[in-house]
């Protein structure tokens, strides 16, 4: 059964820095994606930030430049480094992995191509 488990949410001022990790269990597959969605009250989850096995990476606008997602040396962990901070960005934040697909730069940035969830982080920024 895979297991995708989250940590690193907190709270902090606008123009401070957030790192989530996330790990994976019970994921077997060698060629992968996964990826970083948020969501807030109402609102529907979004993309923020995918990366597959082969190196590609894909960012929504509203982060590029400021946050930063990575793979770590043990298999099947995820980072997101969160800069420049502003309280738009509070949310709870999903870590995801798929079911062995490399993806297009689009479908890193959408909820639909990913099976597996984490139970999510929040993330606090206020002004």
């Known amino acids: 059964q895979v297991q995708l488990v989250e940590s690193g949410g907190g709270s902090v001022q606008a123009g401070g820095s957030l790192r989530l990790s996330c790990a994976a269990s019970?994921?077997?597959?060698?060629?992968?994606?996964m990826g970083w969605f948020r969501q807030t009250p109402g609102k529907e989850r979004e993309g923020v930030a995918g990366i597959c096995t082969d190196g590609r990476t894909s960012y929504a606008d509203s982060v590029k430049g400021r946050f930063t997602i990575s793979q770590g040396n043990v298999k099947h962990t995820l980072y997101l480094e969160m800069s420049s901070l502003n309280p738009e960005d509070t949310a709870i934040y999903y870590c995801?992995?798929?079911?062995?697909?490399?993806?297009?730069?689009?479908?890193?940035?959408?909820?639909?191509?990913?099976?597996?969830w984490g139970q999510g982080t929040q993330a606090t920024v206020s002004s």
């Open positions: 019970g994921y077997t597959y060698s060629r992968y994606c």
């Open positions: 995801a992995a798929n079911a062995g697909e490399l993806l297009s730069w689009w479908g890193l940035l959408h909820p639909n191509y990913f099976g597996y």
